[in-house]
C-alpha cells in the first residue's frame, strides 16, 4: 500500500529547475531515505508533498489526499520536522507543545507531553523559552511535536543534525520501532550512515533529478558516489 504517490514532479524556480520529473511511491511501513548532495532538491520535495510549496508540474497524494486540492488536510494527518529548527521565540517549550496538542485535539495531553520531555532528556528545559534554547534542544521540541499526535506518517529533514550520539541512537531506534508498528517514516539526508543503519528503501537525488530507487546497497556511499560522478562527467 502506497501512502506517498508522486508522478512527474517537476518545481522550478525561474530558469532553475529544482525538481525534474520526480516519481517514487513510498510504502506503509517503511523507513524511507531520500538521499543527495546539498543542493539537490531533497528539501523542495519534501516541501512540496507536504503542500508547502506547489510544483511547476506533477502530481501527488499523501495517504489519498491530492496535495494539491487539499494541502491543509494533508498537514493535519502527518507530522514535519523541518530543516531548521523554529518553535515560536516567545512560548516555552512546554507552552509550544502545549499550543500544537491543543492544535491537533489530542487527548491526556500532559502526559503525551512529559514522555517526550523524559525521553528525549530535556525535562530542565519546560519553562525556558523557545529562543534561548541551543540548537539541539530545539531539535528535540521538533521531533516531539511531530510526534505528538502519532501519525501514520512522518517527514524528517536531516533527523540527526545537532544531536549528541546517546539522543542519535535513541531516535534512531524508536524510528525502526515505529515504523514495524505499521506507520512511515521519510527521512531526508546527506548523510549516507544513516540510511545505510535504517532504513528499507531509499531514493537518489541529484540536480531535482531521481537517479535510483530501492534498497540501500550495501556499500553505500560507495554506490552514491560512483552514481553521483557518472551524471555529473
Not at 502506497?2 to 518545481?11: H, P, V
Not at 521538533?142 to 510526534?147: E, G
Not at 550520539?165 to 524508536?174: L, S, T, V
Request: overall charge positive; charged content about 30%; proline content about 4%.
Amino acid at each position: 500500500m502506497s501512502l506517498i504517490e508522486i508522478k512527474n514532479l517537476t518545481k522550478k524556480f525561474g530558469t532553475l529547475k529544482a525538481l525534474d520529473k520526480v516519481s517514487l511511491d513510498v510504502g506503509k511501513g517503511e523507513i524511507f531515505g531520500l538521499l543527495g548532495p546539498n543542493g539537490s532538491g531533497k528539501t523542495t520535495l519534501i516541501k512540496c508533498i507536504t503542500g508547502q510549496i506547489k510544483p511547476s508540474e506533477g502530481n501527488m497524494s499523501v495517504l489519498g489526499i491530492d496535495v494539491l486540492k487539499d494541502p491543509i488536510k494533508a498537514r493535519e494527518l502527518i507530522g514535519i520536522i523541518p530543516e531548521q529548527e523554529n518553535p515560536p521565540s516567545f512560548l516555552t517549550a512546554e507552552e509550544y507543545l502545549y499550543f500544537v496538542a491543543k492544535l491537533r485535539k489530542l487527548k491526556n495531553i500532559d502526559s503525551e507531553i512529559n514522555y517526550w520531555f523524559k525521553f528525549l532528556e530535556f525535562e530542565d528545559q519546560r519553562n525556558a523559552l523557545c529562543k534561548d534554547l541551543s540548537r539541539g534542544t530545539r531539535q528535540k521540541l521538533m521531533i516531539s511535536q511531530a510526534f505528538l499526535h502519532k501519525p501514520v506518517l512522518v517527514f524528517i529533514d536531516e533527523p540527526l543534525i545537532n544531536l549528541d550520539p546517546i539522543i542519535q541512537r535513541k531516535i534512531k531506534d524508536f524510528l525502526i520501532k515505529y515504523a514495524k508498528k505499521g506507520n512511515t517514516v521519510f527521512i531526508c539526508t546527506h548523510i549516507l550512515e544513516i540510511a545505510q543503519e535504517i532504513c528499507s528503501n531509499i531514493s537518489i537525488l541529484n540536480k531535482g533529478k531521481l537517479l535510483y530507487h530501492g534498497k540501500p546497497k550495501k556499500d553505500l556511499e560507495g554506490f552514491f558516489l560512483r552514481l553521483i560522478k557518472d551524471v555529473e562527467r
